[in-house]
């Protein structure tokens, strides 16, 4: 793989060493008093920054408020290292490192995956796992552990596979809203948040399945919305971003997943329900444009 990160700027570079080295630390110490021999054996034998950062296009307008994540991709030993509970500490670090310290400029979209995963991947010929790989670059590499050679899908399979998830994840995001804005008229505002909050995570779904036949295993709106927004760029429209209604109301929805179902402080009002309704209805309209574009046959737009 390729190394180089001499086309990014030098804050950039420390920024991703920094990365790097917060996620063998806290992998180290996840993992470090399991008892399993899987666990004590356990590796991350690489860790590789794909997408905008990768490319060299990436954005961050100051203005609008939109911004590019790091794209990262750990790859480990066994299969079950991937669970939540071992990378869990390393993205709540870096999270405060954007958030509170303001160590990182950019959030770090943190995805994990086996060796073994990840080849099987590349031998079916899955989209994102092909350009992630074509396109990354490795910052840490183990020796002797080899992605597989890459195979081409066959574009009839693609374009099968990619309407059976619209024809899934489409439908079941349209009922979520259905459901969200019907429970805004019935002052049910904790069921709201959370049935807008399912909308929104199928809608990305939908579309990140429907455009790369990828989509991470994760509730979490924030990073899916980057990874979204990354494939279909006319995506970020549905969120604006510059003012501080806005982001209130999307930091609302992204806690909906856990605190409006658990927590007795988590408080919404109508008049931010009825916004993000609105919001996800622009998003339902774009995901399904997007969509059909792609089962068309389309080419995206310039």
Known sequence: MKTDLDHLPDAKQRELDYVRRVLFEEFEAAHALGSQKWKKQGRIL??????????????????????????????????????FEFWSAAEDRLMRDVLIT???????????????????????????????????????????????????????????????????????????????????????????????????????????????????????????????????????????RADKFSRRCFELLREAYVNARYSEHYVITKEELDWLAERIGVLQALVEKVCRRRLDGLPPPP
């Open 46 to 83: 690489k860790v590789v920054l794909y997408g905008s950062y990768a490319r060299g296009d990436w954005v961050d307008d100051q203005v609008g408020g939109y911004q590019s994540d790091y794209d990262i991709l750990v790859v480990v030993n066994d299969d079950r290292l991937v669970d």
């Open 102 to 240: 303001g160590r990182l400029s950019a959030p770090v979209g943190l995805i994990v995956h086996s060796l073994t995963d990840v080849n099987l991947q590349l031998e079916r010929g899955r989209p994102f796992f092909v350009d992630a790989v074509a396109q990354g670059i490795a910052l840490y590499e183990a020796e002797g552990f080899p992605f597989a050679q890459p195979s081409k899908l066959p574009p009839e399979e693609a374009l099968g596979e990619a309407s059976r998830h619209f024809d899934k994840w489409f439908p079941s995001a349209n009922e979520y809203l259905e459901h969200g804005s019907d429970a805004i008229l019935r002052g049910w505002n904790g069921k709201a948040a959370f049935e807008l909050h399912q909308a929104t995570e199928r809608f990305y779904h939908c579309v990140l399945l429907t455009l790369t036949l990828y989509s991470p295993k994760s509730h979490r709106l924030n990073f899916l919305r980057s990874r979204a927004e990354e494939a279909a760029p006319e995506l970020i429209a549905a969120w604006p």
